[in-house]
T-cell receptor, first 112, second 118 residues
């Protein structure tokens, strides 16, 4: 079993839709939870991060962490064609070295 | 502020050849990471440096991969000899420090080097 599981998609939605992206994980030592956006032929860029459990909102983006279910989500409201990218979840364990573990990424396409 | 620089952007080699990638992190960033991202997968950490010391290289195939960070600034990643399965994007990232407590210390990625091994 992989430490972090993420549906690779692709996910196609119409412009203006609410998008829900999810990851599950198995390591209870994960404390930092991040979402990265990666455009084609570019490096990932950080969108949101959360320490431990809870919700965090930034503009059209909301990140949720449910540690009891080992489940994290990213919601995108009023999706735009410019949101078309691959979205990677990432986590860091606080035991041992601070190693980032990435999901496989979900490809999102927002149709105009 | 300049971002993380990587070169070359693309490289095509034949199997068993050698190749080297270069990374210049953001000025002042103590931590440098090299990742391998195979098509359709997330980045996998190969090696992490704190200044010029290695923090984690547990997933680096040491029989063929090597990396160094001289003077705690630039870094090079070398593959010798290359195999077909090394075809991937090699990403370099840097951060001011490692996460501590609630402080995340964001990782900044370069554009990557796309390696094709024929």
């Amino acid at each position: 079993q992989k430490e972090v599981e993420q549906d690779p998609g692709p996910l196609s939605v119409p412009e203006g839709a609410i998008v829900s992206l999810n990851c599950t994980y198995s390591n209870s030592a994960f404390q930092y939870f991040m979402w990265y956006r990666q455009y084609s032929r570019k490096g990932p860029e950080l969108l949101m991060y959360t320490y431990s459990s809870g919700n965090k909102e930034d503009g059209r983006f909301t990140a949720q962490v449910d540690k009891s279910s080992k489940y994290i989500s990213l919601f995108i409201r009023d999706s735009q064609p410019s949101d078309s990218a691959t979205y990677l979840c990432a986590m860091i364990s606080t035991s041992g070295t601070y190693k980032y573990i990435f999901g496989t990424g979900t490809r999102l396409k927002v149709l105009a | 502020e300049a971002g993380v620089a990587q070169s070359p952007r693309y490289k095509i080699i034949e199997k068993r050849q050698s190749v080297a990638f270069w990374c210049n992190p953001i000025s002042g960033h103590a931590t440098l990471y090299w990742y391998q991202q195979i098509l359709g997968q997330g980045p996998k950490l190969l090696i992490q440096f704190q200044n010029n010391g290695v923090v984690d290289d547990s997933q680096l195939p040491k029989d063929r991969f090597s990396a160094e960070r001289l003077k705690g600034v630039d870094s090079t990643l070398k593959i010798q000899p290359a195999k077909l399965e090394d075809s991937a994007v090699y990403l370099c990232a840097s951060s001011p420090a490692v996460p501590s407590g609630r402080t995340h210390n964001e990782q900044f990625f370069g554009p990557g080097t796309r390696l094709t091994v024929l």
